[in-house]
């Protein structure tokens, strides 16, 4: 190709310094700061040019750098907090809630669903404190779901623009009473306000079926929900003429801090290994449960046994692995755990009897519930003694078997008697073929007693007076009792209301003749199709309903 003359490369740079822009660029000259592509050298003259007549070019700005503090935010109390408290109300605030928020001449229903409303708009709820709020509230006969009928008012600006603050609050929340329950507390209502009745049942009934909380910092955490609750009501006197219960539901509250921890724990580790012992050996529910497969079996990494091998006891071998790993209890250490069980609280026949050699056996067993009525610790801190035994293994892979030593623990005692439990509605015996009487049953079993022994401090801690169990009860030829299969450990003020029985409740309405024969199994008798008596029973009541 022919190279350019003279005249086009000065054609060229004339239209260059009239602000042409040039596409030949030096690619070995460093970039400007603040720029972010390369200017031609006519650019700059021009530039430059502009400046020396007067003409002020604008700078581009430097995007400034966010600087870290260095300290976060404050978190915002969640109102929950172990000391916390309310703040002062105002004067304004007090002359509100007194002449109009709580005034006597509101209904109680209006009232006590004002304060939760209230209460709930501060305090900060997690998921979890949520769940067990909501709960107690519908036991109480509070609807903790979204309001009917609100017309989206909640997403509507215009609307909340002509709202006072407290109207907001009102449509926004989620707790109401509905109008069945607004007469509650009167002559002629059928719902009674019992503010120590329902924490009881609550934390006594609902609470351990519910939520299935493992340490004591969450059992009393979510007790101290209830108790941060009524504080509330009483600070706000919200309705004075209910406040001798809401401090008895408060003293609840208190109880229930040591004892649901208690109860748990005694659910986790019981029934201890003398019980243990005496139900592997005498056709109990622990017996043919012992199973070791050595530090390399499969029970070595996923089943640490709470009976051969309890991690809990600081007097095992650390060494004796072999022991560590495994599940349920061998029959030579139940025997050494049973026989120096009736050597230390045994009666003299009792002991003679098993030193000879006697057989021992069951000779009745009984699906029992019984009431804690006294806790005795062990007589003396005799030291326990210390007993040598085999373990037998049962798989070819198993570590192979060493003698090991033992502690056994001491032995305490608890004293019982028998308690039934009451259920909202009597249970069903129609099938029994013979007409049931359950206050029978608890005459009848009026005069029995119950002495259980019980490992000391291991479970005997978490035993006390008027704790209620539902466990198989043992009693052997030689007088001797025993429990397995413990099935429940409920707390002392242990208590069940037919308010249990409402959740997911729908009041009955008439049914037609059409929805009734849809219904599958309605109107068919034993003739079928509807041809046998059932089905003109229905038919008829179908009629009298339309």
Known sequence: MDSPSESEVHTAAAATSAGG???IVDVNRPLEEGFTSYQTPAAEAEADEDTAVGVQTTPKKKKKKSKSKGKSKAIPPSGFEENYADAPITPAEYAEEVNSLY???????????????????????DPERKDVFDKYLSLGGVDTGPKQFSGGIATDKRALDDMAADQIATFAATDAISADKQNSGKDDSVWAVDFEGVAKCFLSSRFPAYFDFDTPEQIRSSVHILRNFLNYVLYHHACPEYEDQV???????????????????FSVHGPGDFNVACSTLFGGHHQGMYYTGGVNGWAGNTLRGRHDGDEDDDDDDDDDEHARFCIGMSDARATAVFQAGVAALGTPAQQQHVASRQAVHVVSTVAAAFEITAVIPPPSPAPSPVIDHEPATTTDHA??????KKKIKALGKILARPWQRRYPVPEDHSDDGAEHNDDQDADDASDASYEFWIEHP????????????????HRLNIGLVFFDAVTAALCSFYTNLPNELMPGWRKPVPVSAEAADAMPGEGEGEGGDGEGEGGGEAEAEAEAID
Do not use: W
Not at 248 to 264: G, I, N
Not at 399 to 404: E, F, L, S, V
Not at 458 to 473: I, N, R, Y
């Open 458 to 473: 291991a479970l005997l801690q978490h035993c006390f007076p008027g704790m209620k169990m539902e466990a198989t009860v």
């Open 247 to 265: 401090r008895a539901a408060r003293a609840v509250c208190d109880r229930a801090d040591h004892e649901l921890v208690a109860t748990k724990a």
């Open 21 to 23: 822009q040039s596409f």
């Open 103 to 125: 005034h006597p001449s509101r209904s109680f229903a209006d009232r006590i669903e004002t304060c939760i409303q209230r209460y709930r708009a501060r305090r900060r709820f």
């Open 399 to 404: 570590a192979p078997p060493k003698k090991t």
